[in-house]
């Protein structure tokens, strides 16, 4: 984990309040993991919390790192509005990131993501092909209109789309897409990533299944488990005394730890 002023390289809107950012620093070569994030301060003095962005693609020969994110309030909106050749304060990579060590060259994963928690699955989906697993893709988007990043996933194995309006693949979620998938295919391990509702239904899907990884969202203070903003409760946990830390125990917790 490191903190530096990272420099804007790029920055390009993909849909209607999603942008993406492209931002270069030494911190990209600390940057293994998918499903790590990163902690930016706003640069706005009166927002004094950093906010938590997935990495959405390391690219350690360019020295440069990509995150997705949808403008949701004031910091998101300011993270917009700046330029190539601005600076960012950043903290990280945070977070443990999904574990796919376990996976073997020929063994399949499924690969889950629903609206904004599609970008932290573009990376793990690269390293798992280029470790030689074979990963299908199951996104899920509100509408067509709020849809991006389809070709970046198609160029790396199948992808199945579904839109809550049906105007843009199945009408339906992913979790309608994976009831079909599962009956042709039983994969290795599943990654999820996107709002608690759709978790859960992913959960729900694998009930027995020891490797269904899901990447969860709490809002968060200091990102590195010294707060405890961020607590969610364990599986198994009666008398509500056994929380675990989203920013530095997770953000991805098996799905049988967790409680949805
Ligand atoms: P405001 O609502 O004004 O935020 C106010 C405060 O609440 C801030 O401290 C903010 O950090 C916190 N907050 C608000 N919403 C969330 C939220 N959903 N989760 C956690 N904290 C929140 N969003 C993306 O668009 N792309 C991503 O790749 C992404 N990755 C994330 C990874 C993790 C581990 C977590 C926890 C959240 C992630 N988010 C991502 C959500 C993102 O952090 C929030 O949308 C963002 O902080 C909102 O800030 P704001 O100032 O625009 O909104
Ligand atoms: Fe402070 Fe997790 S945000 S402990």
Do not use: W
Not at 81 to 103: C, H, I, K, R
Not at 196 to 222: D, I, Q, T, W, Y
Request: with cysteine; hydrophobic share 40%; charged share 15%.
């Amino acid at each position: 984990m490191k903190q530096e002023m990272m420099t804007i390289v790029d920055q390009v809107q993909l849909a209607p309040r999603i942008f993406q950012m492209v931002l270069t620093g030494e911190l990209v070569s600390y940057m293994e993991k998918p499903g790590q994030f990163l902690h930016i301060s706003v640069p706005r003095t009166d927002l004094l919390l950093r906010r938590p962005i997935s990495l959405n693609e390391i690219n350690h020969k360019q020295r440069t790192c990509a995150i997705i994110y949808r403008v949701e309030g004031a910091g998101t909106q300011a993270f917009s509005q700046m330029q190539a050749g601005e600076q960012l304060d950043v903290l990280g990579p945070l977070g443990n990131g999904f574990d796919s060590t376990f996976l073997t060259p020929g063994q399949t994963a499924f690969i889950v993501g629903g609206g904004i928690g599609i970008p932290p699955m573009y990376e793990l989906s690269r390293q798992l092909k280029a470790n030689g697993v074979n990963v299908t893709h199951f996104l899920g988007y509100a509408s067509k209109e709020v849809a991006y990043f389809q070709e970046e996933f198609q160029s790396l194995g199948p992808t199945y789309f579904a839109t809550d309006d049906g105007s843009y693949g199945t009408k339906g979620t992913v979790a309608t897409l994976l009831t079909t998938a599962i009956k042709q295919e039983q994969p290795q391990a599943v990654y999820a990533c996107g709002a608690n509702g759709m978790l859960k239904a992913v959960a729900e899907l694998f009930p027995s299944h020891p490797n269904v990884f899901l990447s969860m969202e709490e809002r968060m203070a200091c990102g590195i488990g010294a707060c405890y903003a961020c607590v969610c409760p364990k599986k198994g946990d009666k008398i509500g005394s056994k929380n675990v830390k989203v920013c530095d125990e997770g953000p991805i917790f098996l799905a049988n730890e967790v409680i949805l």
